[in-house]
């Protein structure tokens, strides 16, 4: 806050799955509907601010802030405060994205310069404590259950939902809660289309299908982490392949380029290359760094110049399409930066699965 001359900061959190985590990191509370806020000062203790009428929505104990607001209007509430202690200039976590805009119309009304502070926040929690990867690593545990329970539910003649939903009463008896946001990608003759698709009722599962489920979640604790694996019984198309060698060599350079000093650029560069050298494309963004938030600051991308830290989690999902543009291959790993290497989260195999093998497999 000093560096960025803000003497306050408004996090913001709201009930769309994935952007309630900064509140939760900051203050404990754990959003059930609506939003909220913490108002933190360079001086003095935080605040926690709620919409009066979510005032019985969610438990307000659960948080660690001793202040507690319930506003008719939050937006005129915070720049009221604000201004009652002098602040001109205030940095805020979630302006783009989440900041509700009355709210936000609120507090530019009153005359307070808001200075977007979303890599800023980020950057700050991205190293994880010892404390924090015991959660990340029980998500994982979670995440994988689900994997396992749609392995177990497939078979042709199935629906996409069907296996999404042996996935999602692992996810919740296991503590999720809501905090799920899954997708899958799908195809006939071993080829998945590239857009991904809420799993759906309709057009039973055939032997060749090819199913890619991207399985995010968050357990009890509230950090996010992300996996997935192809799924089919039948034969790929010669494109599926060519994109699983790519993701083979893919592997490989992220063991060796994901560690502390390399730029998230480095390592989008690296990982990049088996694909673009074989003509295939890259959709949806390489990898991203993941906590409380789903999708943090920085994004492994193009001219993102971030040094890469010690304890750091990333989600690294390359997102190969075709050369035609009509197919996709897609996995997703979390990691956890070191030193000379990463450690994957996970300890099942990046390879296509046929619904048969047992969890040794």
Known sequence: ????????????????????????????????????YVVLLDVGEPCAVFPSEARYVGAHAESWVEEKVFAEHPGAWMRQYLESHGVTRVGVYGLDYVMPVRDHQALVDGGLELVGFDDQFDLARAVKS???MVEVRDSMAVNEAGFWAVHAAYEPGRTQAELMAAAEAEFVRLGAGRHTMDMV?????????PEFRIPEFVDP????DLLLYSLEVAGSGGYWVEFARPLCRGALALDTTRMLDAYGEYFELAQSTMKKGMTAHDVHRAVSRPFLDRGIGLGHVTGHSIGMTMIEHPRIGEGVDVELAEGMVISMHPHAIAGDGKS???????????????ELLSVIPAKVFDGIENRAG
Do not use: K, N
């Open 1 to 36: 806050m000093a560096e960025a001359e803000v003497s306050a900061l408004i996090v913001c959190g709201s009930e769309y799955t994935g952007f309630d985590g900064a509140v939760r990191y900051l203050s404990g509370f754990r959003i059930v509907h609506r939003f909220a």
């Open 185 to 193: 990608l799908w195809g006939r003759h071993g080829a998945a289309e």
């Open 205 to 208: 599962i055939r032997d060749d």
């Open 130 to 132: 010892a404390e924090e």
């Open 328 to 342: 996709c291959m897609y996995m997703q790993d979390t990691w956890l930066v070191g030193v000379d290497g990463p």
